[in-house]
C-alpha cells in the first residue's frame, strides 16, 4: 500500500492477511459482511480502514463504535502497534469472533467488549469510557445531538473523533453535526477525501477535535 502513503511490514501484512480469512471462514455461519469477493474486502474493508490512518493520533488510546468484523479497529492497531484499541460492539455473536481472532493474532492492547456506546455512557463504566485520544465510527450513523452527547462523554481533550462518512458527506451535510459537537467543544476540522480505487468515488472522513 505504499502508494497510499502506508508502509506496513511482512508481519503486519500477515496480520491484516489472517483478519481477513478468519472473516471469510467465519463469514459463511454469521454472516459477518455482504462484501465476500477477497478484492472487494481489500479495498472495501481493509484499505478503507487504513488510507485514513495518516490524519489519526498513533498513539494513546482509541474507542471503535459498532466495529462489527473489526473495521477499522484492527487495521488501525495493526498499522498503529503503540494505539490501545477498545473495539465496542453490541452483537454476542460478532464478539465472539472478535476474540477469537484477537487471539489468534497474539495483539496486545487491543480487546473486544459487547455493549452499545449509549448503554455504556449511561452506565457510566469508567474501565471502558476512559478519556479516549480518539474515536471511530465507520458503519454506523448517530443523530447530531446523539453523537454529541456520547462524544463529549468520551473524548479526552485534544482527543479527535473520526467518521467514515462516505463520498457524500460535505461541509453543508456536516452542518448539523458540527453545530451540535460544537457545543461541547468539539470543533469541526473538515472532511478528507481519499481514493480507494479508479472505480470508487473517492471515500471521506469527517474529523472534529475536542478543544476544551
Known amino acids: ?19 481477513i480469512l478468519l472473516m471469510q471462514e467465519w463469514n459463511r455461519r454469521l454472516n459477518l459482511t455482504r462484501i465476500t469477493d477477497v478484492q472487494e474486502i481489500l479495498v472495501k ?27 477499522p479497529g484492527i487495521p488501525i492497531k495493526i498499522a498503529q502497534p503503540q494505539l490501545n484499541v477498545v473495539l465496542l ?16 493474532l497474539q495483539l496486545s492492547g487491543i480487546y473486544a467488549v459487547q455493549a452499545r ?27 447530531p445531538d446523539q453523537l454529541a452527547f456520547l462524544a463529549q462523554s468520551t473524548l479526552r481533550r485534544e482527543g479527535t473523533l473520526a467518521w467514515w462518512a462516505g463520498p457524500s458527506a460535505d461541509n453543508e451535510a456536516m452542518l448539523p453535526y458540527n453545530t451540535s459537537l460544537k457545543r461541547f467543544g468539539i470543533e469541526f476540522e473538515g472532511c478528507i477525501p481519499y481514493h480507494l480505487s479508479t472505480k470508487l468515488r473517492p ?6 477535535k475536542k478543544t476544551s
Open 1 to 19: 500500500m505504499n502508494e497510499q502513503g502506508i508502509s506496513f511490514s511482512k508481519y503486519q501484512a500477515e496480520l491484516c492477511s489472517e483478519h
Open 45 to 71: 474493508h481493509l484499505s478503507d480502514s487504513l488510507i485514513p490512518t495518516r490524519w489519526l493520533p498513533c498513539r494513546g488510546s482509541s474507542l471503535d463504535i459498532g466495529t462489527g468484523a473489526g473495521f
Open 89 to 104: 460492539e453490541a452483537q454476542r455473536k460478532k464478539v465472539s469472533f472478535l476474540k477469537v481472532v484477537l487471539a489468534k
Open 117 to 143: 456506546w449509549e448503554e455504556l455512557v449511561k452506565s457510566g463504566d469508567s474501565g471502558i469510557l476512559q478519556r479516549h485520544d480518539l474515536v471511530t465510527i465507520r458503519a454506523l450513523r448517530l443523530n
Open 203 to 208: 471515500g471521506k472522513i469527517c474529523l472534529w
